[in-house]
Antibody
Framework: QVQLVESGGGVVQPGKSLRLSCAAS????????MHWVRQAPAKGLEWVAV????????YYADSVKGRFTISRDNSKNTLHLLMNSLKPEDTSVYYC???????????WGQGTLVTVSS | AIQMTQSPSSLSASVGDRVIITCRASQGIGNDLAWYQQKPGKAPKLLIYTVSSLQSGVPSRFSGSGSGTDFTLTISSLQPEDFATYYC?????????FGQGTKVEIK
């Protein structure tokens, strides 16, 4: 069955950087668009970023544009999110999710918690 | 960005009740509307995509309808495992946006 496993979360000071990873298995990773979605504590879901299957197209939420960079390595079935200039309001559980054709965000990882605090 | 407004924000219902949750988009999104269920401490689960297409494995008591800017999720007969928070998502244009969520609680 499809598996998405996030890693790289932790506690980081404001202004610092963190890189999240998402390891994918049991589906043809290179043919799926991949997304990051986050959820602040006790809050709703917020879409963060997407990368196309071949990595050529990327889109970001306004709240992270210019600070976060999404990337992927299709040879390693891995998705990344580089987060720079972190702010306390970036504190969230970060989920990776896949999308194919008209089916959005069909499979999700378990999430990784990022806490931005001094 | 397109704003998605869900109503109600929360509701109390009993097992067996029919539950309807609505989602309104700030502009037309065609049929690019999905619904997710999330239980505490868990990742969201896709229920419905393209307004009314049921994701594989999702019980038929869940259904979706609507077009343009107004959409609904209906649970025909609420079951104990359905108590959760539900979110709509527009995947019409980036940035994708979620509704603020509807928490379905036990009456």
């Amino acid at each position: 069955q499809v598996q998405l496993v996030e890693s790289g979360g932790g506690v980081v000071q404001p202004g610092k950087s963190l890189r999240l990873s998402c390891a994918a298995s049991s589906f043809t990773f290179s043919t799926y668009a991949m997304h990051w979605v986050r959820q602040a504590p006790a809050k709703g879901l917020e879409w963060v970023a997407v990368i196309s299957s071949n990595g050529n197209n990327k889109y970001y939420a306004d709240s992270v544009k210019g600070r976060f960079t999404i990337s992927r390595d299709n040879s390693k079935n891995t998705l990344h999110l580089l987060m720079n200039s972190l702010k306390p309001e970036d504190t969230s559980v970060y989920y990776c999710a896949n999308a194919f054709g008209v089916v959005p965000l069909s499979d999700w990882g378990q999430g990784t918690l990022v806490t931005v605090s001094s | 960005a397109i704003q998605m407004t869900q109503s109600p924000s929360s509701l109390s219902a009993s097992v067996g009740d029919r539950v309807i949750i609505t989602c309104r988009a700030s502009q037309g999104i065609g049929n690019d509307l999905a619904w997710y269920q999330q239980k505490p401490g868990k990742a969201p689960k896709l229920l419905i995509y393209t307004v009314s297409s049921l994701q594989s494995g999702v019980p038929s008591r869940f259904s979706g309808s609507g077009s343009g800017t107004d959409f609904t999720l209906t649970i025909s007969s609420l079951q104990p495992e359905d108590f959760a928070t539900y979110y709509c998502l527009q995947d019409y244009i980036y940035p994708w946006t979620f509704g603020q969520g509807t928490k379905v609680e036990i009456k």
